[in-house]
């Protein structure tokens, strides 16, 4: 079955430092996706990086990379440049099957950015 | 310049009664989701539309009905609410299966 896992229920970082969140995957589709999306206190759910489970390269979009270890069923997203605003819910989630129309989610890593 | 919009922001009412959330995008995409938050912020999928008809309905209630009268709005219908109803509902879409989804800012219901 397939199954997303965050073990991080919560995580510390500095302003300024690199924090990686943690994200593992399941799944015996050879065809999937996975993204990665923010929920600030407000509440809306906003994206921020995917990867192609056959793409070659890792994803980055600007302070956002995504650490993807296919073997190790692995896709943790690396922040750089901790800033205060990037404390937030974050969410692992996986699309597959083909066509991507169903997300399972994980269940979120708190990140707090200290001053 | 709003793409996902669901209304509304805030749903207060009693057990056993009905209401219906409302979602529209004006994204031009073809499919439509229903996921429901809980209070440990855990996303589960509910139902999915594409191009109107349902494709994805997860073991949802009876209570819960969507509803598409055309691929740009996806509208969810629930009877006779339970206090464990109470949730964020998000309304989401997509382009293809290769795009992520755009959330709606979601809509708190509370069922008391």
């Known amino acids: 079955a397939q199954k997303i896992t965050q073990t991080q229920p919560g995580m510390f970082v500095q302003e300024k430092e690199a924090v990686t969140l943690d994200c593992t995957y399941d799944t015996s589709d050879p065809s999937y996706g996975l993204f990665w999306y923010k929920q600030p206190s407000s509440g809306e759910m906003i994206f921020l990086i995917y990867q192609g489970s056959y793409d070659q390269q890792n994803a980055t979009e600007g302070r956002y990379s995504l650490n993807f270890q296919k073997a190790r069923k692995s896709a943790n997203l690396v922040i750089s440049a901790s800033q205060l605003g990037d404390s937030a819910m974050y969410f692992c989630?996986?699309?597959?099957?083909?066509?991507?129309?169903?997300?399972?989610f994980g269940a979120g890593t708190r990140l707090a950015v200290h001053p | 310049d709003t793409a996902v919009s669901q209304t509304p922001k805030y749903l207060v009412t009693q057990m056993g009664n009905d209401k219906s959330i409302k979602c529209e995008q004006n994204l031009g995409h073809d499919t439509m989701y229903w996921y429901k938050q809980d209070s440990k912020k855990f996303l589960k999928i509910m139902f999915s539309?594409?191009?109107?008809?349902?494709?994805i309905n997860e073991t949802v209630p009876n209570r819960f009905s969507p509803k598409s009268p055309d691929k740009a709005h996806l509208n969810l219908h629930i009877n006779s609410l339970e206090l464990g109803d109470s949730a964020v509902y998000f309304c989401?879409?997509?382009?293809?299966?290769?795009?992520?989804?755009?959330f709606g800012n979601g809509t708190r219901l509370t069922v008391t």
């Open positions: 539309y594409n191009n109107k008809e349902l494709i």
């Open positions: 989630a996986m699309g597959f099957s083909g066509g991507y129309n169903k997300l399972i």
């Open positions: 989401a879409s997509t382009r293809d299966s290769n795009s992520p989804l755009h």
